[in-house]
């Protein structure tokens, strides 16, 4: 086997070492059954085991009671874009976004798709470098919903409030920091994420509904995106993607043995701090993208003096076993993404060669 790098990429995304040896353990035999999980029935006994035990771990990790329910969707995030209106909107009303990068505008322009909803405030014309203080938000009481996304993935910032709405449903689009730190639930209307970030592999999108607001779903949607219909069915409507809902469950249990969302919030803080901490210290040679307070502990983006040294030190970093590293092109510069399961030594690695690299161009 060829030695492992360190993924800093933004999604698909490091896996935890751990669970992907359990996956190859168990890919030929499943739990003693013959056969591998891939090749099982999605009504047969052994996937229900696993369904049922993934939804049980997430519902811990969240704190989530009896008020949500969890699904298991497909389409990825982007399609919740259009779900969560469909849902939610079509009753009348008027929805509520806040943009914050490329992901929110598109989730507003699907939205827009749908029914009405409005923009309530925006960090696109600033370059997406920071996210509203929570003074800057007047949301209007009779919306729909709020709909926000927590860590926007590609300019690297990220909230450490949770915006308050009232009795206005709080709609969050979390698919790059869900169970990166502890979260109130009671908090939250709807989250969804897609899993390729901090939960698993791609393929299936977890949502987290509250129970009221099932009854939005209109009767008149397509059975596979309507909420109602997927939590009454268990999210098991017609085939869930198995394999994705199976590696979900995997993490979610080794996140559960590390400690849960606190232990693994202190270990992220612990690693954007180590990497904060070495833009900061540069004397201006690395420039973080991300006004201080909005920084985000899941995409660290910062900028070198000149796009040549940013290709190069990219193009460094690679020889040394640190990929994954290039920023994306509406940014530019360098991103690194530290989800859950990058971990500190692949950070302090990183830091190490941030270290060199100035000395040798600085
Ligand atoms: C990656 C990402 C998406 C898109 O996810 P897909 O599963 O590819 O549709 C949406 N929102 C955020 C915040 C993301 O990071």
Not at 180 to 192: A, E, M, N, T
Not at 309 to 318: G, K, R, T
Request: neutral net charge; glycine residues 10%; hydrophobic residues 40%.
């Amino acid at each position: 086997m060829s030695e492992r790098v360190h993924n800093f990429g933004a999604g698909p995304s490091a896996l935890p070492l751990s669970v992907l040896q359990q996956v190859q353990a168990e890919l030929l035999d499943y739990a003693g059954t013959g056969m591998s999980i891939l090749e099982s029935s999605h009504r047969g006994k052994a996937y229900d085991e696993v369904h049922q035990r993934t939804t049980r771990d997430l519902k811990t990790l969240l704190g989530a009671g009896d008020s949500h329910e969890i699904l298991f969707m497909g389409g990825g995030a982007r399609s919740q874009f259009a779900i969560v209106p469909m849902n939610l909107l079509l009753g009348g009303g008027s929805a509520d976004y806040i943009t914050t990068g490329n992901w929110s505008v598109m989730a507003l322009a699907e939205a827009k798709k749908q029914g009405s909803a409005r923009e309530l405030w925006s960090s696109v014309a600033v370059g997406n470098d920071r996210v509203p203080a929570p003074g800057d938000l007047e949301p209007d009481p009779r919306a729909a919903y709020l709909h926000y996304t927590s860590n926007n993935t590609i300019a690297g910032t990220q909230y450490h409030y949770v915006p308050k709405t009232g009795a206005v449903p709080l709609v969050c689009d979390m698919s790059s920091d869900i169970l990166s730190r502890p979260l109130d639930l009671s908090l939250f209307g709807l989250i969804y994420a897609g899993a390729q970030k901090n939960l698993g592999p791609s393929g299936v999108t977890v949502v987290i509904v509250r129970k009221d607001l099932l009854e939005r779903s209109s009767a008149r949607l397509p059975d596979t995106m309507s909420y109602a219909r997927m939590a009454a069915k268990q999210s098991l409507l017609n085939t869930p993607p198995v394999y994705a809902i199976y590696m979900v469950g995997l993490v979610a249990r080794w996140l559960l043995e590390m400690g849960g969302a606190e232990a693994v919030g202190r270990q992220n803080e612990q690693k954007a701090g180590l990497l904060y901490g070495t833009i900061d210290g540069s004397g201006g040679f690395y420039r973080g993208h991300a006004q201080k307070d909005s920084r985000s502990r899941m995409n660290v983006t910062f900028r070198l003096p000149s796009e040549d040294l940013e290709s190069s030190f990219v193009a460094s970093a690679a020889e040394e076993g640190l990929v994954g590293l290039k920023g994306h092109r509406s940014v530019g510069g360098i991103r690194a993404s530290i989800y859950n399961a990058v971990t500190l030594e692949a950070v302090e690695a990183l830091t190490q060669f941030m270290a060199e690299f100035q000395r040798k161009h600085g």
